[in-house]
């Protein structure tokens, strides 16, 4: 799969589970784990608390 097409796949899955601080963030994140050679986990553990602090303070209505 190539950037363009797993960036599309990333976008198409989060407007449909709806998480647009992921969404929105995705890129900066994925870019900044790649550059920190950060593992899967540490990815995701820095990507998904953005989402639930966005849903535990009521953001993006």
Do not use: H, K
């Not at 799969?1 to 796949?9: G, L, N, R, S, Y």
């Not at 998480?19 to 790649?34: C, M, Q, S, Y």
């Amino acid at each position: 799969m190539t950037e363009q097409a797993a960036d599309a796949a990333v976008d198409r899955a989060c407007r449909l589970l709806r998480l647009p601080t992921v969404r929105a963030r995705f890129n900066e994140i994925a870019d900044g784990a790649a550059r920190e050679q950060m593992t899967y986990r540490a990815f995701l553990a820095e990507l998904l608390p953005a989402e639930c602090f966005t849903v535990d303070t009521g953001g993006w209505s």
